[in-house]
């Protein structure tokens, strides 16, 4: 992301699904939503290479979480439903386009 | 318990109306159908008459609209592929000697410049935590990865996932793309995660879904089965490293899901084996 001075930082989202709800868990999805216009996300034939290996890699190049993984559900022992646990980070960047 | 080669219909009746040689040795093993029961797919790749393929492929580039399930009146030549013995022994050992061609089948066309398609499971959120609903994707020609592969994720198959919360996902780690050779038959569990990429190249991608369903709960193993296969000395060691019936039955983990989940998951596929073998595990 390039600088542009004089202009607004913008919201950068990155959501991540880690295997449990610690940030220090593996990372088993990972999409990042630009604030750009027009910018897409789509799923792809190739393995996915991910920038992060953990929630906490991403702290540590200055992410922040904005909203945890929920537990307040009713939770069910035998059922599974939603790969993963999933958190959602931001950067407020200045960010070009 | 004894050790034996489950038997398979004789002559069973085909769409074509045709006698049909025994299905035995297209039976699947039992590591295959374990591998099925961990990981909700079997890639079939049967060795059809020369020509099908390319004129099962050539009838769907003539055709001007789609014929929805009238698709085998439309294309005659794809009876063929499902009366495969290849096709219907998999379909047997994953589905019951009895399994039922549903009316219901697909030509789905990725024209060139096509957007991907998210992920999702089919139907509703009633899921089903056996193994008695099944989609076969037939592809008549080669898929390569810039032509909008369908994409599953193994062993999602017993997630109840509503699709709209899947919108947050992209990529999944362990996600298979289906870059396969044309005359490729895939089997999957009917409530698999499944998408595709975006078609990119100048070529049209062919694809021909048909749905099966179980009629009848086995009263054994209609596949190459040997009863002994869960009670031979294993390796506790290796765990899902090993490739017999057993380790991964119990242990193999392909999504790298949580302690929680992997539990849960085992105890889903023990009970699923036991539904398909009538017998129970130790």
């Known amino acids: 992301m390039g600088s542009d001075n004089g202009a607004q930082p913008r919201q950068r989202l990155l959501y991540i699904h880690a295997q449990t709800p610690n940030p220090l868990s593996a990372v088993l999805e990972m999409t990042i939503y630009e604030p750009v216009a027009g910018y897409k996300v789509e799923l792809t034939a190739e393995e996915p290479e991910f920038r992060y290996a953990t929630v906490h890699e991403a702290l540590v190049d200055g992410w922040q979480i904005v909203q945890f993984p929920l537990h307040q559900a009713e939770y069910d022992d035998d059922q599974i439903d939603m790969v993963g646990y999933e958190f959602i980070l931001q950067k407020m960047e200045v960010v070009d386009g | ?282």
């Not at chain 2, 004894?2 to 035995?24: D, F, I, N």
């Not at chain 2, 086995?218 to 009670?231: F, L, P, R, V």
């Open chain 2, 1 to 282: 318990m004894s050790t034996a080669v489950s038997a398979a219909p004789a002559a069973a009746e085909t769409s074509t109306g045709q006698k049909q040689c025994t299905l035995a040795p297209y039976l699947l093993d039992d590591l295959e159908v374990v591998n099925f029961i961990v990981n909700g797919y079997h890639v079939v790749k049967p060795d059809l008459r020369p020509g099908v393929n390319e004129a099962v492929a050539a009838r769907l580039d003539a055709m001007e609209r789609n014929p929805g399930d009238a698709i085998c009146e439309e294309v005659p030549e794809l009876n063929e592929v499902l009366d495969h013995p290849a096709v219907r022994g998999a379909l047997v050992s994953l589905a019951g000697k009895n399994f039922e061609t549903m009316f219901h089948r697909h030509w789905h066309c990725k024209e060139p410049g096509t957007p991907y398609m998210h992920w999702h499971q089919d139907g509703k959120n009633r899921r089903d935590m056996g193994m008695d609903k099944f989609l076969g994707l037939y592809y008549p020609a080669d898929v390569t990865a810039d032509m909008g592969p369908t994409i599953i994720v193994p062993a999602t198959q017993y997630r109840n996932a509503p699709t709209d919360r899947m919108r947050t996902y992209g990529n999944i780690r362990g996600q298979v793309p289906l870059v396969v050779e044309a005359g490729t038959f895939a089997i999957t569990h009917y409530d698999l995660w499944h998408g595709t990429a975006a078609n990119k190249s100048a070529k049209r991608r062919h694809m021909v879904k048909f749905l099966f369903s179980r009629t009848a709960p086995n009263e054994s193993a209609t596949w190459k089965h040997d009863g002994e296969c869960m009670n031979r000395l294993r390796d506790w060691n290796l765990r899902e490293q090993a490739a017999d019936p057993f380790n991964q039955l119990t242990f193999a983990n392909p999504l790298n899901v949580s302690q929680s989940d992997s539990y849960k998951e085992r105890a889903i596929r023990r009970d699923i084996w036991e539904q398909l073998t009538g017998e129970p595990l130790r």
